[in-house]
């Protein structure tokens, strides 16, 4: 083996911002934050050359901490901005961020049609099944019997199953990270952004304040024992035994990515500048 | 480090263990590096403190590692390993912290973390690795165990937590 060279390719910290984050200590989301510019770092991409998107929430405060450009958007619409970020910016690379709350209630209609446009980024949701920002609601992946203080009993309702409906609705790679496993997830993120058209990558991210009982989430998570399929049928076949905690890549499609328009835009941006005017009465 | 001559394949083995060894001091460094950072967002200055100084010393000890390789020193992580477990036998795991932890707390987590190093390092030793590779498992064995005296020693000085130290009259999950 050779001795590890010093490289001039950009580390890991050169995606760090100086701004620390304000999550809870022990927070999952440090983790997926650590795997992100590990990904990036491992890919060569430049600061410059990538966007990152998010919506509302803890994990949403994540564009903040890179140095890339960043969008911290509307609760529950990173996908459409990161959507059209990346049709307007092809060339860019565009990582979307989101937890359960907004990726998958607030924001769920967009997952699915985000799935089914197949449009070339990557969806990193950071589930920890709860609503941590707002203090504790159940949100979609949360277990129904989960009781607290603002659920007694729990919901009753059936949990969200995120990588069935990203099979469903058209995701061309589907995938589950843990963020007790930083640099697993870190080469899953770089995977997910190599493989081209709409990359979904759940983050199992614990919320020590609100779900202390998700440590053990190091116990339960392990390897999926199967190498990922192409076949979307073999790949649903597995999601029925899945008990959520098969951590690896699911599913790689060969599906083309979305295109963009066939014709160029016909207006300018001064020509969108004169729309805006506003006019003398 | 003794350095027996040894075949070219030995070599590679050795360099590969050492690199390893490398990966599991860095990986150290960055987690309480940042568990110092969390700790200083939310005021806890004392035990941000300390794991700021538990990062210190690991990075000496990544740095004996280079300097014993003669590598450069290297600006990012190399790659990863495949451990027995998710991360590295050194690498406290990112949930151990909590806002209002003290000292004592932060030390336990560093002999569990030398505790893991040591029995890693000792299972080389005692396996069928090349010849050298074992030696130098061995002495890594050993200063994992001098590493583990010294934080007992360390946390006889630091008081224990008092019963209720989690306890916070205006908690982050009360919500009403």
């Given at each position: 083996?050779?001795?590890?060279?010093?490289?001039?390719?950009?580390?890991?910290?050169?995606?760090?911002?100086?701004?620390?984050?304000?999550w809870?200590?022990?927070?999952?989301?440090?983790?997926?934050?650590t795997?992100?510019?590990k990904?990036?770092?491992?890919l060569?991409?430049?600061?410059e050359?990538?966007?990152?998107?998010?919506?509302?929430?803890?994990?949403?405060?994540?564009?903040?901490?890179?140095?890339?450009?960043g969008?911290?958007?509307?609760?529950?619409?990173?996908?459409?901005a990161?959507?059209?970020?990346?049709?307007?910016?092809?060339?860019?690379?565009?990582?979307?961020?989101?937890?359960?709350?907004?990726?998958y209630?607030?924001?769920?209609?967009?997952?699915?049609?985000?799935?089914?446009?197949?449009?070339?980024?990557?969806?990193?949701?950071?589930?920890?099944?709860?609503?941590?920002?707002?203090?504790?609601?159940?949100s979609?992946?949360?277990?129904?019997?989960?009781?607290?203080?603002?659920?007694?009993?729990g919901?009753?309702v059936?949990?969200?199953?995120p990588?069935?409906?990203?099979?469903?609705?058209?995701?061309?790679?589907?995938?589950r990270?843990?963020?007790?496993?930083?640099?697993?997830?870190?080469?899953?993120?770089?995977?997910?952004?190599?493989?081209?058209?709409?990359?979904?990558?759940?983050?199992l991210?614990?919320?020590?304040?609100?779900?202390?009982?998700?440590?053990?989430?190091?116990?339960?998570?392990?390897?999926a024992?199967?190498a990922h399929?192409?076949d979307p049928?073999r790949a649903?076949?597995?999601?029925?035994?899945?008990?959520?905690?098969?951590?690896?890549?699911?599913?790689?499609?060969?599906?083309?990515?979305?295109?963009?328009?066939?014709?160029?835009?016909?207006h300018?941006v001064?020509?969108?500048?004169?729309?805006?005017r506003?006019?003398?009465? | 480090?003794?350095?027996?001559?040894?075949?070219?394949?030995?070599?590679?083995?050795?360099?590969?263990?050492?690199?390893?060894?490398?990966?599991?001091?860095?990986?150290?460094?960055?987690?309480?590096?940042?568990?110092?950072?969390q700790?200083?967002?939310?005021n806890?200055?004392?035990?941000?403190?300390?794991?700021?100084?538990?990062?210190?010393?690991?990075?000496?000890?990544?740095?004996?590692i280079?300097?014993?390789m003669?590598?450069?020193?290297?600006?990012?992580?190399?790659?990863a390993?495949?451990?027995?477990?998710?991360?590295?036998?050194e690498?406290?795991?990112?949930?151990?912290?909590?806002?209002?932890?003290?000292?004592?707390?932060?030390?336990e987590?560093?002999?569990?973390?030398?505790?893991?190093a040591?029995?890693?390092?000792?299972?080389i030793?005692?396996?069928t690795a090349?010849?050298?590779?074992k030696?130098?498992?061995?002495?890594?064995?050993?200063?994992?165990?001098?590493?583990?005296?010294?934080?007992?020693?360390?946390?006889?000085?630091?008081?224990?937590?008092?019963?209720?130290?989690?306890e916070?009259?205006?908690p982050?999950?009360?919500?009403?």
């Amino acid at each position: 083996m050779n001795a590890p060279l010093a490289s001039t390719a950009l580390a890991a910290k050169d995606f760090k911002s100086d701004y620390k984050p304000v999550w809870c200590p022990g927070c999952g989301d440090y983790s997926v934050l650590t795997a992100v510019t590990k990904a990036l770092a491992s890919l060569n991409l430049r600061p410059e050359n990538v966007a990152v998107v998010s919506g509302i929430g803890c994990s949403s405060r994540i564009p903040a901490y890179t140095t890339c450009y960043g969008f911290h958007g509307v609760h529950g619409r990173s996908l459409p901005a990161g959507t059209g970020l990346k049709v307007a910016r092809p060339d860019l690379t565009v990582l979307v961020a989101s937890g359960d709350g907004d990726g998958y209630s607030i924001g769920g209609n967009h997952f699915l049609h985000a799935c089914r446009r197949n449009v070339d980024l990557t969806y990193i949701v950071m589930d920890n099944h709860v609503y941590g920002m707002t203090k504790g609601q159940p949100s979609p992946t949360t277990e129904p019997d989960w009781s607290s203080k603002l659920a007694p009993g729990g919901t009753g309702v059936r949990e969200f199953h995120p990588l069935v409906i990203a099979l469903a609705s058209g995701a061309n790679f589907i995938a589950r990270a843990f963020s007790g496993d930083p640099n697993g997830a870190a080469a899953l993120i770089a995977e997910a952004v190599r493989h081209p058209g709409f990359s979904f990558i759940e983050v199992l991210s614990p919320c020590v304040t609100f779900r202390p009982e998700q440590r053990g989430w190091k116990e339960s998570a392990r390897p999926a024992p199967v190498a990922h399929t192409d076949d979307p049928a073999r790949a649903a076949r597995r999601l029925m035994t899945d008990d959520g905690f098969n951590i690896g890549v699911l599913y790689k499609g060969n599906r083309a990515p979305y295109a963009g328009l066939a014709t160029a835009a016909s207006h300018s941006v001064a020509d969108l500048e004169a729309g805006f005017r506003l006019q003398e009465r | 480090m003794a350095k027996p001559a040894q075949s070219a394949a030995d070599e590679e083995a050795y360099a590969e263990f050492m690199s390893r060894a490398y990966t599991m001091e860095l990986e150290a460094v960055e987690r309480y590096a940042q568990f110092a950072d969390q700790l200083d967002t939310h005021n806890n200055r004392e035990v941000a403190q300390l794991f700021r100084k538990l990062s210190e010393i690991e990075t000496l000890h990544a740095k004996r590692i280079l300097a014993e390789m003669r590598w450069p020193s290297l600006p990012a992580l190399p790659a990863a390993f495949a451990w027995d477990s998710f991360e590295a036998p050194e690498t406290a795991p990112f949930d151990t912290v909590h806002y209002l932890m003290r000292p004592y707390h932060a030390l336990e987590i560093a002999l569990r973390c030398e505790l893991q190093a040591q029995k890693y390092y000792e299972e080389i030793a005692a396996g069928t690795a090349p010849r050298r590779v074992k030696l130098a498992a061995k002495e890594m064995a050993a200063e994992e165990a001098e590493h583990v005296a010294l934080i007992r020693e360390w946390m006889k000085k630091v008081p224990q937590p008092a019963p209720g130290w989690d306890e916070d009259p205006d908690p982050p999950q009360i919500n009403d």
